[in-house]
């Protein structure tokens, strides 16, 4: 075992770290769960040499990036790709995206495995007003590209939408378009503002509480062609709400990063599956977690997921949408990629404060795989930052 670390703390100061022993390795690759629909949000692995600094094209390590998928399916956990967590929108520009769909299609499709994929409008220009019809082609474009990999399309929250609709029959005409024209069932999208402030009214309401009707009222005239909804809202009292006016067959997929235990574990009225960008870091275990609940041992299910919970709200805290960088910074501790870079440059978005946190919580929610390369890997860090370790 590594010597111990002196970490920064919170408010100033150090305090002494010293990991757990790591948990014992779960026999992979492990059968998808049989209660539960689980699918983890991947990032993506940056090319440490491929340039990728602030408002350049995103260059990745193939390699690595897909072998992280496989670690997730080797979980029993399917792989929500190509969406916010893979920095759509925040560095990971269309072709890399496409690109990005293209590949891991192939690989799921090679070892029969779930993948869904997110369609939406980022490749129009940021800078210039969008029609609704502009915002149609857009997805279609879009859809085109990830029905032919043999992903399940996601119908990813449009910033270019948000912007130019001006009411719920907006919404309800675009996504009316779009679900006529797919192949087959889709996942929904409904990410808050608190992961993309630029989303904030989305389904024409200010308030989400308002949203609910409406998207109940789409998902109920089209239930034979949505598969689910994943809801990214952190408020677990509208996510309950929305999925109690679901059609029978359609899924709630929590984006939940806050609250989701509860929202899987769920109550005698039913339950949420997850889509979840933290599951990314806690794959293994909430992959067991989840073989519990199968079991009908919520006992260990709650003693497997809940320590995970401040685990996800450090990652996930103010300003959410960075919650990338922990997500990168965890995989490269665990020693899931060569180096702690990100597109874009979004590595320096957290502090390194924030970081050493980060590493106490993944210590206390049993997910370091590899304890002593994580220790070794912070100790370089915390040098190249020029804190003493």
Not at 39 to 64: C, Q
């Amino acid at each position: 075992m590594s010597d111990a670390l002196r970490l920064p703390a919170p408010g100033g100061g150090f305090t002494a770290f010293t990991p757990r022993p790591a948990p014992a390795p779960a026999p992979a690759p492990a059968a998808p769960p049989r209660s539960r629909t689980a699918y983890a949000a991947a990032h993506v692995v940056a090319d440490p040499l491929g340039g990728n600094a602030i408002g350049a094209p995103a260059r990745l390590d193939w390699e690595a990036t897909l072998a992280f998928r496989h670690h997730l399916w080797d979980q029993g956990l399917g792989v929500a790709d190509a969406m916010d967590t893979a920095q759509r929108g925040m560095g990971l520009d269309w072709p890399a995206t496409a690109e990005l769909i293209r590949r891991s299609g192939a690989e799921a499709a090679a070892r029969g495995a779930a993948l869904v994929c997110g369609a939406g409008t980022d490749h129009l220009p940021a800078d210039a007003p969008a029609t609704l019809e502009s915002v149609i082609t857009a997805y279609t474009e879009q859809l085109e590209t990830v029905e032919a990999s043999g992903a399940v399309p996601v119908l990813m929250a449009s910033r270019h939408l948000a912007a130019a609709a001006r009411g719920p029959e907006d919404y309800a005409k675009v996504y009316g378009r779009l679900l006529e024209q797919v192949r087959g069932p889709v996942v929904l999208h409904w990410l808050g503002a608190a992961f993309d402030p630029a989303l904030a009214g989305y389904w024409g309401h200010a308030d989400p509480a308002d949203a609910i009707g409406t998207v109940a009222e789409l998902i109920a005239a089209h239930a034979d062609r949505v598969a689910g909804i994943k809801v990214s809202l952190l408020d677990a009292d509208l996510e309950v709400r929305l999925r109690r006016r679901l059609p029978a067959g359609v899924r709630l997929y929590t984006g939940d990063d806050f609250n989701y235990p509860d929202l899987i574990l769920g109550d005698d009225q039913g339950h949420s599956d997850a889509l979840l960008g933290i599951f990314a870091a806690i794959a293994p275990a909430a992959a067991a977690a989840l073989r519990a609940l199968d079991d009908g041992d919520t006992g260990r299910y709650r003693a497997l997921m809940d320590p995970t919970v401040p685990l996800a709200r450090h990652v996930f805290a103010a300003p959410t949408y960075h919650y990338k960088t922990g997500i990168a910074f965890l995989a490269w501790l665990n020693g899931y990629q060569r180096g702690f870079t990100m597109v874009g440059g979004l590595h320096g978005a957290r502090d390194v404060v924030h970081l050493a946190e980060t590493l106490r919580l993944a210590d206390a929610a049993g997910v370091l795989t590899d304890p002593d390369t994580a220790v070794r890997r912070m100790r370089r860090l915390l040098e190249v930052v020029g804190v003493a370790p």
